[in-house]
């Protein structure tokens, strides 16, 4: 394992991050802040309670998901994508390094971008509500496990994107409706039932139901499914990324 | 000198069936300048990245000092520095920290005297904090120099380096691979500027069509095909040679006022002294007399095209 390698990558790929932290950084925290405003304070002081839990504290988890899960997508897809459209990709391939080094340089840093912004969020949403966190070990797996699973996504998707157009194909037609289809902002059970029984099939209704047990201890599905989901995930996730390791594909002709 | 990079019957097919090399082989010494001359599209850009692990070959072997690049991917990829033929940085980076990171990526630990000992060789220490996008096209091309050489290879490969260079930065990179080759630095160079590979090659390999056509020492290749020619100017126009000089291989020039007389610069007699002779008794008066030396280009255009001729 060549660790300087991942470690060079790495650092490599913070400082970007850290170079513009105005769109890595600012952006997500403000629009947030914006959710909060208006559907914690506006929309959220007409609703009641939600699972016994007041509108405003009942969106943080979905909101930290939502931002979380995007933002890992982003970062790991654009941070490999552009090394292939620059053409300095290269120069990785020329190095002694294996593919499973590039993905944990690459996806660790995506992940630990969108796990920060994840906490930064968290921060920010104690300003705006009384927020209570009943099991923050799980919440911490929970965080941790989708900030690697949708970042090793992402970095799947910029290998696959032969554009720009493509990079963004997919976190815009099946993400974004996923994630806002999976009770980002509501509860499963407060759909009709033909909703509740379609839901069921979107993979990320188990993330965050599971991600506001840890919050609150009330869930939309048991919290083992939730686990399984997220391990199935990342599973998938590291089957495609050995596939590509071992074939080379879209990497090396 | 020892072998530093074996290719062995080296193929490589493209999905479409385009045969990019074709069954190379080539042993290079530590520590030589060996130029791979060859036109657009001759597979020089394929041999030198299949080489360096950007395309993988189809079928042969290549090893670095004995480690194979499939099997020993990491002790082989680990001794060779890539220069491409296109600039690819990261615009928004630091000059040093692009450095910083090639070397990191080697797997070397940060050694900043290292860093800095590359940047000043290559006249970048002054543009060491300046954003990539900041520097001039030939600046840049030092900066893709100091990337490849900052995890101190043996070997270097610079695929068209002075493509689109202007020519004092162009003597200036000749003068950076000299000064590798005293540090032992074994230096592949691939390039279609044949008074490049004049200039600084040990040996030059000429490749067309994905073979190598031949490999020779330069001076031993000047010589071996290097014809010299004489070109005997004269005061008066000639309708035909004279038939005092039919013995010799002559051809009229310049519209009957030259004598172009061809010969190898080898031989012991040249039949220079005698031919002047004759053309002084044949009572043609001298105005001028000049040699010339075929270069390297065209020796290379000469055996391109005999290759050609003889595909058909």
Wanted: proline residues 4%; charged residues 20%.
């Amino acid at each position: 394992m060549n660790r300087t390698a991942i470690a060079a990558i790495y650092r490599n790929e913070m400082a970007r991050f850290f170079r513009t932290l105005a769109q890595s950084f600012i952006s997500p925290v403000l629009s947030a802040s914006l959710y909060f405003v208006v559907f914690g304070a506006a929309i959220g002081s007409r609703i009641d309670e939600v699972e016994g839990v007041s509108y405003g504290a009942f969106i943080v988890p979905g909101l930290i998901m939502l931002t979380v899960m995007t933002q890992a997508i982003s970062n790991a897809s654009f941070g490999i994508y552009f090394p292939k459209f620059i053409g300095t990709f290269n120069e990785l391939l020329s190095a002694p390094l294996n593919f499973l080094e590039i993905v944990i340089g690459y996806a660790g840093a995506a992940a630990t971008k969108s796990m920060f912004i994840g906490i930064i969020i968290l921060i920010t949403s104690f300003f705006f509500v009384d927020l209570q966190i009943a099991h923050p070990l799980a919440m911490v797996v929970f965080l941790v496990l989708t900030c690697v699973s949708f970042a090793l996504f992402g970095f799947i998707i910029g290998i696959w994107a032969g554009n720009f157009e493509q990079l963004q194909l997919i976190p815009l037609l099946v993400i974004t409706p996923l994630v806002f289809l999976g009770g980002s902002f509501y509860s499963i059970s407060m759909l009709p039932p033909v909703w509740q029984t379609i839901s069921m099939f979107n993979p990320v209704v188990y993330l965050i139901s599971g991600f506001r047990w840890a919050f609150f201890g009330v869930a939309d599905v048991p919290i083992g499914l939730s686990l399984l989901a997220i391990g199935a995930f990342t599973a998938a996730c590291l089957g495609v990324v050995a596939f590509i390791f071992k074939t080379g594909w879209r990497i090396r002709q | 000198m020892p072998t530093i990079l074996s290719i062995k019957n080296l193929r490589k097919s493209y999905k479409g069936g385009f045969e990019a090399l074709k069954d190379v082989s080539l042993d290079i010494e530590e520590g030589e300048i060996i130029a791979l001359l060859g036109p657009n599209g001759a597979g020089k850009t394929t041999l030198i990245s299949t080489i360096c692990g950007i395309t993988m070959p189809t079928s042969g072997t290549v090893t670095v000092a004995g480690y194979d690049i499939i099997t020993g991917f990491r002790a082989a990829r680990s001794m060779i520095g890539l220069v491409p033929q296109e600039i690819a940085l990261e615009p928004f980076e630091k000059v040093i920290n692009s450095v910083r990171f090639s070397r990191g990526l080697f797997g070397k630990p940060r050694m900043d005297g290292v860093v800095e000992d590359v940047l000043k060789r290559l006249s970048l220490w002054d543009k060491r904090n300046a954003q990539i996008l900041e520097l001039s096209g030939g600046m840049k091309r030092r900066v893709l120099i100091a990337k490849a050489l900052a995890h101190e290879p043996r070997v270097l490969f610079l695929d068209e380096p002075t493509a689109g260079v202007d020519v004092e930065l162009r003597k200036d990179m000749w003068g950076i691979v000299e000064q590798l080759r005293a540090d032992g630095v074994t230096t592949v160079l691939t390039t279609h500027y044949i008074e490049e590979a004049e200039a600084i090659a040990d040996r030059v390999g000429v490749i067309n069509k994905g073979e190598i056509l031949l490999v020779e020492d330069k001076d031993k290749l000047m010589a071996r095909m290097g014809k010299k020619q004489l070109e005997v100017q004269l005061t008066a126009q000639l309708g035909a040679i004279p038939d005092a000089l039919s013995a010799y291989d002559l051809t009229l020039g310049d519209g009957g006022h030259t004598l172009i007389y061809s010969y190898d610069t080898k031989s012991e007699r040249t039949g220079i002294t005698r031919l002047l002779k004759d053309v002084a008794d044949a009572g043609l008066s001298l105005r001028d007399v000049v040699t010339r030396q075929s270069s390297l280009e065209d020796i290379f255009v000469t055996l391109v095209s005999e290759k050609g001729e003889r595909d058909q």
